[in-house]
């Protein structure tokens, strides 16, 4: 007996070239001022928070016994967060591929889009507005989300005056699309 088709598994994905680099790596989709940030850190880290970090390290080996030396363990847990950071940030600085508020299309929703939405399930009539921005930026509390979170998963490649159903931690949610900017 044939298995019967339902709309869930009509649904495909879509893979978007722009969130990998030429070699096939995960690109971390940033702005440029996201960038320039991610770089003022990785300077800081590198020419300031090193040094520091190396002075506590020196400081604390002078105290003597290093089996109970709690200065020594601590400043060595903190230079391997340091340097941890440093190698993370080098990477995302690596794989950057800068986005621009402008959708390529111009109707749909892309990554740097700021999408005004009509809450449908809870009939509200004030607007939701989200820029959709990469991981890096992301920040919910200014209205910055992931590309790849709920909402802004199904959000991607939609228009203007589409309903979405995004499924998030409290329940499903249902937004019309209202604006495109």
Same mark, same amino acid.
């Given at each position: 007996?044939?298995? @019967?088709?339902?709309?869930?598994?009509?649904?495909?994905?879509?893979?978007?070239?722009?969130?990998? /680099?030429?070699?096939? &790596?995960?690109? /971390?989709?940033?702005?440029?001022?996201?960038?320039?940030?991610?770089?003022?850190?990785?300077?800081?880290?590198? %020419?300031?928070?090193?040094?520091?970090?190396?002075?506590?390290?020196?400081?604390?080996?002078?105290?003597?016994?290093? #089996?109970?030396?709690?200065?020594?363990?601590?400043?060595?847990?903190?230079?391997?967060?340091?340097?941890?950071?440093?190698?993370?940030?080098?990477?995302?600085? &690596?794989?950057? @591929?800068?986005? #621009?508020?402008?959708?390529?299309?111009?109707? /749909?929703?892309?990554?740097?889009?700021?999408?005004?939405?009509? %809450?449908?399930?809870?009939?509200?009539?004030?607007?939701?507005?989200?820029?959709?921005?990469?991981?890096?930026? /992301?920040?919910?509390?200014?209205?910055?989300?992931?590309?790849? #979170?709920?909402?802004?998963?199904?959000?991607?490649?939609?228009?203007?005056?589409?309903?979405?159903?995004?499924?998030?931690?409290?329940?499903?949610?249902?937004?019309?699309?209202?604006?495109?900017?």
């Amino acid at each position: 007996m044939p298995k @019967k088709t339902t709309k869930k598994d009509k649904v495909k994905a879509v893979v978007h070239d722009e969130f990998y /680099t030429k070699d096939g &790596k995960k690109a /971390t989709l940033i702005t440029k001022e996201g960038l320039e940030k991610l770089n003022i850190e990785l300077e800081h880290l590198k %020419n300031v928070k090193r040094k520091e970090v190396a002075a506590r390290i020196k400081e604390a080996i002078s105290y003597g016994d290093l #089996s109970e030396n709690a200065e020594y363990e601590e400043a060595k847990n903190e230079q391997a967060f340091v340097e941890g950071r440093i190698l993370e940030l080098e990477e995302k600085v &690596k794989n950057a @591929k800068i986005i #621009s508020g402008k959708s390529k299309e111009g109707k /749909t929703v892309q990554l740097g889009t700021t999408v005004h939405l009509q %809450n449908v399930t809870k009939k509200k009539d004030e607007l939701e507005i989200y820029t959709i921005v990469g991981s890096t930026e /992301t920040d919910p509390f200014n209205g910055k989300i992931s590309n790849e #979170s709920p909402i802004g998963s199904v959000l991607l490649d939609r228009q203007k005056g589409d309903t979405v159903k995004a499924i998030i931690p409290a329940g499903s949610v249902e937004y019309k699309i209202m604006k495109l900017v």
